[in-house]
T-cell receptor, first 112, second 115 residues
Framework: GESVGLHLPTLSVQEGDNSIINCAYS??????FIWYKQESGKGPQFIID?????DKRQGQRVTVLLNKTVKHLSLQIAATQPGDSAVYFC???????????FGAGTRLAVHP | EAGVAQSPRYKIIEKRQSVAFWCNPI?????LYWYQQILGQGPKLLIQ????????DSQLPKDRFSAERLKGVDSTLKIQPAKLEDSAVYLC?????????????FGDGTRLSIL
């Protein structure tokens, strides 16, 4: 079946460094991708999204890159801060009904 | 803008009991989703509503789970009878349009523990 997976369950970085979280998806028909941040005891918080007609999209300190050829996307966080510590999920959907398939998440730990 | 509201925040019940969760989406959002998030996993869609109609309930265990959105605004999700494997966080999300991919906005969920 359709799947979305992250490459690493955990990622540890130093404060101020850039973080890169990777994600792979299986369905070549996926046309919408989204990243969420989830802190302990809270619901997923929207970070950034990208549609399949784009390769790159930037937000505030975050960039999402989409490589449709290898079915891979990544989330880059610039100048990582302690407040960025959380679990990050990527999700993908296809067909326009906004049905998201989530990956298992990567836990980002930021050390001073 | 007020976010997605869910209650209760926590619920502890014994197996075979029933439980209900409530969700109020962001004002004006026509599409509402219920997800189950088991510890250490990503959210899994249970059911999706467009206004008061069901768009997708293919992953809802219909022998024990039910959901409704009678007036097209708030929604309830019920489990009866509960099993141990139902221990999870139940998340509600909403988005403004169906047929147009856009971000879903989540509430903080109800954490359900089955004893």
């Amino acid at each position: 079946g359709e799947s979305v997976g992250l490459h690493l369950p955990t990622l540890s970085v130093q404060e101020g460094d850039n973080s890169i979280i990777n994600c792979a998806y299986s369905n070549s028909a996926s046309d919408y991708f989204i990243w969420y941040k989830q802190e302990s005891g809270k619901g997923p918080q929207f970070i950034i999204d990208i549609r399949s007609n784009m390769d790159k999209r930037q937000g505030q300190r975050v960039t999402v890159l989409l490589n449709k050829t290898v079915k891979h996307l990544s989330l880059q966080i610039a100048a990582t801060q302690p407040g960025d510590s959380a679990v990050y999920f990527c999700a993908a959907s296809s067909g326009g009904y906004n049905k998201l398939i989530f990956g298992a998440g990567t836990r980002l730990a930021v050390h001073p | 803008e007020a976010g997605v509201a869910q209650s209760p925040r926590y619920k502890i019940i014994e197996k075979r009991q029933s439980v209900a969760f409530w969700c109020n989406p962001i004002s004006g959002h026509a599409t509402l989703y219920w997800y189950q998030q088991i510890l250490g996993q990503g959210p899994k869609l249970l059911i999706q509503f467009q206004n008061n109609g069901v768009v997708d309930d293919s992953q809802l265990p219909k022998d024990r789970f039910s959901a409704e959105r009678l007036k097209g605004v708030d929604s309830t999700l019920k489990i009866q009878p509960a099993k141990l494997e139902d221990s999870a966080v139940y998340l509600c999300a909403s988005s403004s349009l169906l047929g147009s991919n856009q971000p879903q906005h989540f509430g903080d969920g109800t954490r359900l523990s089955i004893l």
